[in-house]
């Protein structure tokens, strides 16, 4: 059984972003890039499975600019077999995204596809379930616990109220959340054999799809800061404080 | 515009959350509610109450019954025929079936949205909320989740809405129900908390958190919520997470103990009214959002104040 993980490279989480100076977006030329961090968790769920013997081979595809060769070559180290570069120069939505992740689909039959819940520089959380909706198959989003057998996978899902146990048919999408499992760190002779693991290269144009975008970003602006607050001393005025507020009475 | 509001419900009433996505879907045009579940009319009517709601499509089945995306998706499809737009809460019922309905509709979704602008113009934050960015879609049907704290609750009253029920179309196999662990709990839901007492990692064990925050949180008649590294140090469930990744919450008192106040958490309380910081570290990144900051050790400051309010 083959797996399909898409992954994304983005501003990396412990790097505060900058609006541009025209406003036109974040920035991002020198600045530090890495997986997102859902999908570094999505890649070791699908690592995994194949370890247990479950499945037989994990691919990895990326749609984005050259530079997400380094990404799909991290995945790679952690123990992915190919990997797959769309390479596109404009901004793909997840819309997009999506389609081209169906074609793939389509030429590589998997029978699970494991994505991250929420790229974390658009905060969309879309991808996934727009997948499964071009490909009518069933959706586990934000796993916590995938249990394969057979036909069939079991999972259980972060949801409002608590959590969620679902039952899919295979082929199926899942979304990995963050307590599914603790991603691996590459080891540098896994690092040194990831370099030559099979990574093909692809132009999204090739695949006759429409990806032009449909939103247009007009303007990113900083939020609104919040005005400085005070320090207390002590308990006593602490309590004061949230009396006058009439936070406690 | 006619919008089409996913009902977010329990079976037996209407989320809060539904009515901030009614109040978000007024502002595009006429309120229509989809209700999708079993045994659904007591809901049904009661979302018929709602102020401003038009009119709301009841979808009463077995195959409903647990709201699976994948059984309840073409049912949206097939009514967005009639509909310019889909609203949906953003919360994980929400961004599980809206997306599906959108890649269905050949639309790009607008995820969680903070304010509509015009009918094609929205804001919303990207970055865990470190920017924000105002998106004009060009497609002809919107599909849009909202933010929840970003919107005012429409009144529970006042609506009189009729409901009309529509076809079904049944079980498509792919996907059955097993079971859900829903924490029982008397406290009021983070999401719609008027207090929150959240602790984080320096509470140490499930049991210290136990003993310094519900306490805390009983007297002030609190929500609890945690940060990411409590909910994986297994303190408290993973419906306690409060962040880009967690839930959104807005409270007018939300109380952070223990907490370093990384982006990531701060993306999810940063709108609340006011913040209160309890951390040993002067320069924690918390105490840059708070309003009242004590610096000190909570497992003295937590007792004492609890004790002292
Ligand atoms: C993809 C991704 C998504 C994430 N999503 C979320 C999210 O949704 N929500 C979230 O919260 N985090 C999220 N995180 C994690 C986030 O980056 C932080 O790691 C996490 O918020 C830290 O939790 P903390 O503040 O409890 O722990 P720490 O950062 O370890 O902070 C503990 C704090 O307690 C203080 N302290 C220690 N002892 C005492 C004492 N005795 N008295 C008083 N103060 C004390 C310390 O000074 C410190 O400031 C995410 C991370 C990633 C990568
Ligand atoms: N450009 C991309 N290339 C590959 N995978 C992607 C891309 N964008 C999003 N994804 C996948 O979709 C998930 C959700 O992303 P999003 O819908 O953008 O929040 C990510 O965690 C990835 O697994």
């Known amino acids: ?249 | 515009m006619k919008t089409l509001v996913w009902v977010e419900h329990d079976g037996n009433s209407v989320k809060d959350a539904t009515l901030s996505a009614v109040t978000a879907a007024s502002k595009l045009g006429d309120v229509h509610l989809l209700l999708v579940g079993q045994d659904v009319q007591g809901v049904a009517q009661e979302a018929a109450g709602i102020f401003g709601v038009d009119k709301v499509h009841m979808a009463d089945d077995a195959a409903y019954a647990h709201q699976l995306v994948e059984n309840v998706a073409p049912l949206v499809v097939q009514l967005m025929a009639s509909h310019d737009a889909f609203v949906a809460p953003a919360t994980t019922g929400g961004k599980a079936i809206a997306p599906r309905v959108a890649a269905l509709l050949d639309v790009m979704q607008i995820s969680d949205i903070l304010s509509v602008e015009a009918q094609d113009t929205f804001t919303r934050p990207i970055y865990a909320g470190n920017a924000i960015a105002t998106v004009r879609s060009s497609d002809v049907k919107k599909v849009v989740t909202v933010r929840t704290t970003a919107f005012e609750k429409a009144p529970r009253e006042g609506g009189s809405g009729a409901v009309e029920a529509v076809p079904t179309s049944g079980d498509k196999g792919l996907s059955s129900f097993i079971g859900q662990e829903i924490a029982a709990s008397n406290r009021p839901e983070l999401t719609s908390a008027r207090v929150i007492v959240a602790g984080g990692r320096a509470l140490g064990s499930g049991e210290k958190f136990a003993e310094l925050i519900e306490p805390l949180a009983d007297r002030l008649g609190a929500g609890v919520g945690a940060s990411r590294a409590a909910v994986d140090a297994g303190y408290v469930p993973n419906d306690s997470q409060v962040g880009q990744t967690g839930k959104i919450v807005a409270p007018e008192v939300y109380v952070a103990v223990g907490i370093s106040g990384a982006i990531q958490h701060l993306a999810g309380m940063k709108d609340s009214k006011i913040i209160v910081a309890i951390n040993k570290d002067e320069d924690a990144p918390i105490f840059q959002v708070a309003d009242l900051g004590l610096v000190g050790d909570l497992f003295e400051i937590v007792p004492e104040l609890t004790r002292k309010l």
């Open chain 1, 1 to 249: 059984m083959k797996m399909l993980v898409p992954i994304k490279r983005v501003l990396d989480y412990n790097v505060k972003p900058r609006i541009k100076a025209d406003g036109a977006g974040v920035e991002l030329t020198n600045v530090k890039m890495s997986m997102n961090p859902f999908d570094e968790i999505a890649v070791e769920e699908a690592i995994r499975l194949k370890e247990k013997g479950l499945a037989t081979e994990v691919v990895v595809v990326s749609v984005g600019e050259v530079k997400a060769q380094e990404t799909l070559r991290t995945a790679l180290a952690m123990g992915a077999d190919r990997a797959i570069l769309v390479t596109s120069d404009r901004k793909v939505e997840p819309l997009g995204v999506a389609k081209v992740l169906r074609a793939i689909v389509d030429e590589e039959q998997p029978q699970l596809v494991i994505l991250g819940k929420q790229a974390i520089d658009d905060d969309n959380s879309q991808t996934g379930q727009m997948l499964a909706g071009l490909l009518g198959w069933g959706q586990a989003t934000s796993a916590s616990h995938v249990e394969l057998a057979g036909d069939c996978v079991t999972v259980t899902r972060e949801i409002d109220g608590g959590l969620e146990t679902d039952r899919y048919c295979l082929p199926a999408i899942i979304t990995a959340d963050l307590r599914l499992n603790e991603p691996r760190y590459a080891s540098l002779p896994n690092i040194m054999k990831a370099k030559s693991k099979p990574l093909a290269q692809r132009s999204a144009d090739d695949f006759g799809l429409d990806l032009s975008p449909r939103l247009e970003t007009l303007r990113v602006v900083e939020p609104p800061a919040r005005a400085s607050g005070v320090k207390v001393a002590d308990v006593d005025e602490l309590v004061m404080k949230l009396h006058a507020m009439g936070v406690a009475k």
